[in-house]
């Protein structure tokens, strides 16, 4: 369950809501107000930052360093609230192009997709017991295939699923959103686990996502061209519906996305520098940060 969640099912009062949001091209990481007030920069000097999680009980930031391509220098790193005491937890060469990433605080795991390694993976929150869980593809070659990329997840821990997104080219409408049980079958690898199910394809460029885990609702951005695309959409995980909702329109290539169940809204970051909020359905949306560098993922939590 990423942290977001977990936090989402405490008490109004449990602590002072805030914003966590990676600028990719400056390398640095901002938390903030949920209307964007009392902004500061915790972290500098990160190698193209991606996604981003919080885990409030430990007093940590965890975040990937997408790195270059193809250089093959992605990483994960850690550090406390406050951007001190940073530490590499997965080091350079042991990932490939980390993109967002989730925390499941009961099992004490990371998990995140790797874009041209083509994997999901996981680890320990100390970086230990690196392991893929699913593989789309390998080597230089098929790594240039973006229908391969895994760029967002999510967890349902309830039935013990994992739900990822594979990007596809630029808005070739060959983005697919999969869901297969979290742990590898038996007898079966990561390249051949015979348990994944499209849950959607044909979508414009799915990236980041997040479940409402009392709604059983799952929430996505999607970049490319509208009317699908530059949205954030939404579908039921136990009634799959035949067409996702689209509850948010015209962004200038959406990228993160965080829910705050209790107060019925979202928090969705674009490529253009912007950060929004929205109710659940859409409505009320508002755009308090614009033009702020290029604006990866971003977390919700209260601390």
């Known amino acids: ?13 449990a602590g002072v809501p805030r914003l966590f949001v990676l600028e990719l091209n400056a390398g640095r990481i901002h ?10 920069t915790i972290v500098s000097d990160c190698h193209l930052p991606d996604g981003i999680v919080v885990d409030v009980d430990a007093g940590h930031i965890y975040w990937t360093n997408m ?26 060469g042991h990932t490939h192009t980390p993109k967002q990433i989730i925390l499941d605080k009961n099992g004490g795991k990371l998990y995140w997709c790797d874009r041209e390694g083509m994997r ?3 680890c320990n929150l100390d970086g230990s017991q690196l392991e893929t869980l699913i593989e789309t593809g390998r080597g230089e070659a098929e790594s240039r295939d973006a229908t391969r990329w895994c760029v967002g997840l999510t967890i349902d821990p ?17 983005g697919r959103l999969l869901r297969a049980n979290v742990e590898i079958p038996a007898g079966q690898t990561a390249a051949t686990r015979s348990d994944i199910e499209i849950f959607f394809d044909k979508l414009p460029e799915p990236i980041d996502i997040e479940l409402d885990h009392a709604n059983r609702v799952l929430y996505w951005t999607d970049r490319g061209d509208p009317p699908r695309g530059n949205t954030v959409n939404r579908a039921s995980i136990d009634n799959k519906p035949a067409e996702p909702e689209i509850v948010v329109t015209h962004l200038m290539e959406g990228i993160g996305i965080a829910l705050d169940i209790p ?11 912007s950060v929004y909020s929205a109710d659940l359905d859409g409505k009320n949306e508002r755009n308090f940060v614009y033009a702020q ?7 919700y939590a209260e601390i």
């Open 67 to 92: 790195g270059i391509p193809n250089l093959d220098d992605g990483s994960i790193e850690r550090a406390d609230l406050d951007g001190k005491n940073r530490k590499i937890i997965v080091a350079q």
């Open 158 to 174: 309830k039935l013990g699923h994992i739900y990822w997104t594979q990007k596809g080219p630029d808005n070739a409408g060959l």
């Open 1 to 13: 369950m990423s942290e977001a969640v977990k936090k989402n099912n405490r008490s109004a009062d």
């Open 120 to 122: 999901v993976m996981r």
């Open 263 to 273: 107060n019925n809204r979202m928090f969705v970051t674009d490529f253009a520098g």
């Open 293 to 299: 560098g290029n604006l990866t993922g971003i977390a």
């Open 31 to 40: 938390t903030m107000n949920t209307d964007g007030s009392d902004r500061k």
